[in-house]
């Protein structure tokens, strides 16, 4: 293969991989479109019919009236503040016992006994000695 007949190839592989070019007249056309769109009288959307309707522009004004008045003559009175309240004085009124439940840890058997610290004996807790556990 010579050297010219190589580069004639790529040079025809390089042409055929550049976008082609648009129309000439593509400018001219899109411009004349859009301009023919813009002098076109266009319908008005939901919100500026909306909007340009007397009776609905009312209607909206009297229902935020009306909502302002409703919330200004229902404020709750200085008495109904919010006061925080101590969970321990709720605690010492009353406990609820299914709660109580929930929150005691349940063992997995009545038998088993802890390893290390202490130990619940029928006095009381004893300490473990250094044998390990007693059961």
């Keep these: 293969m010579k050297p010219d007949e190589r580069d004639t190839v790529v040079e025809r592989l390089m042409e055929s991989l550049e976008p082609p070019q648009p129309p000439p007249d593509l400018r001219s056309r899109t411009l004349a479109a859009a301009r023919a769109r813009m002098a076109a009288e266009s319908t008005p959307d939901v919100w500026s019919r ?51 439940e929930m929150l005691r840890p349940t063992r997995i058997s009545d038998n088993v006994q802890p390893i290390v610290g202490f130990f619940a004996a029928s006095n009381g807790l004893a300490e473990i000695d250094a044998e390990g556990n007693p059961s």
């Design 50 to 100: 909306i909007w340009n309707h007397r009776g609905l522009r009312l209607a909206w004004a009297a229902a935020v009236v009306l909502l302002v008045a409703g919330h200004a003559l229902f404020v709750p009175g200085t008495g109904n503040e919010f006061r925080p309240i101590s969970p321990a004085l709720i605690a010492e009124q009353r406990v609820d016992e299914y709660l109580v």
